[in-house]
């Protein structure tokens, strides 16, 4: 099993930063993918940034510019580091982690942190 904790969430006001993190243990062989996702209320959860094995990142257009995404590799740990952030980025962040578990198969595994809520408000 790999489990993730989540932390970092809270009440901002526009323009302010938050940062969120992410650690990953278990039965973890390797990592190959760690990202953030964000579901606001009655909308469609979507990808806000993701890094690979080689550090290559992507983001969402909208956040492009404002949010960075970090790992620690020691610590099995990712961040998302939310500067100048507005009422739209209001939502529920999940962190998601893909990889190979330390099994006698070497099976894949896709875990999901519990979510954390970031709302910004004046």
């Known amino acids: 099993q790999v489990q993730l904790v989540e932390s970092g969430g809270g009440l901002v006001q526009p323009g302010g930063s938050l940062r969120l993190s992410c650690a990953a243990s278990?039965?973890?062989?390797?990592?190959?993918?760690m990202g953030w996702y964000r579901q606001a209320p009655g909308q469609q959860r979507e990808l806000v940034a993701a890094?690979?094995?080689?550090?290559?990142?992507n983001y969402a257009d909208s956040v492009k510019g404002r949010f960075t995404i970090s790992r620690d590799n020691a610590r099995n740990t990712v961040y998302l580091q939310m500067n100048s952030l507005k009422p739209e980025d209001t939502a529920v962040y999940y962190c998601?982690?893909?990889?190979?578990?330390?099994?006698?198969?070497?099976?894949?595994?896709?875990?999901w942190g519990q979510g954390t809520q970031v709302t910004v408000s004046s």
């Open positions: 890094i690979i094995s080689g550090g290559r990142t």
């Open positions: 278990g039965s973890i062989l390797s990592i190959n993918a």
């Open positions: 998601n982690v893909r990889g190979t578990e330390r099994t006698r198969y070497y099976s894949q595994y896709d875990a």
